[in-house]
């Protein structure tokens, strides 16, 4: 069983900068596939980014493409979503979830976090 938590959402500015944490616990992390979605009011969850359990694989949607980074550090447990320049259209709930195959769509994912919510605003 992994449980993760995600940290790191708030308030910005269009054009700031926020880096999101996601913590895992359970030795099977190291493991898996990590990936970053979000929703926003009334949307559909979205693919923003995904990484292989041992970083060297990342993919992006083309949305955040250029402007976000995903990165791993097994050690700590935890993966991270660094994003700059933001956008209003970055608004919503950014959710970490875990699993083997690292998809791109959210039912691919057995593990979720409760998910942080950031606001871009102009």
């Known amino acids: 069983q992994v449980q993760l938590v995600e940290s790191g959402g708030g308030l910005v500015q269009a054009g700031d900068s926020l880096r999101l944490s996601c913590a895992a616990s359970?030795?099977?992390?190291?493991?898996?596939?990590a990936g970053w979605f979000r929703q926003a009011p009334g949307k559909e969850r979205e693919f923003v980014s995904v990484?292989?359990?041992?970083?060297?694989?990342?993919l992006y949607g083309d949305s955040v493409k250029g402007r976000f980074t995903i990165s791993r550090d097994n050690a700590k447990n935890t993966v991270y979503l660094q994003m700059n320049n933001l956008k209003p259209e970055d608004t919503g709930v950014y959710y970490c979830a875990a699993d083997p195959t690292g998809s791109t769509y959210p039912t691919g994912y057995d593990y979720w976090g409760q998910g942080t919510q950031v606001t871009v605003s102009l």
């Open positions: 990484i292989s359990w041992n970083g060297e694989t990342t």
């Open positions: 359970g030795r099977t992390f190291s493991s898996l596939a």
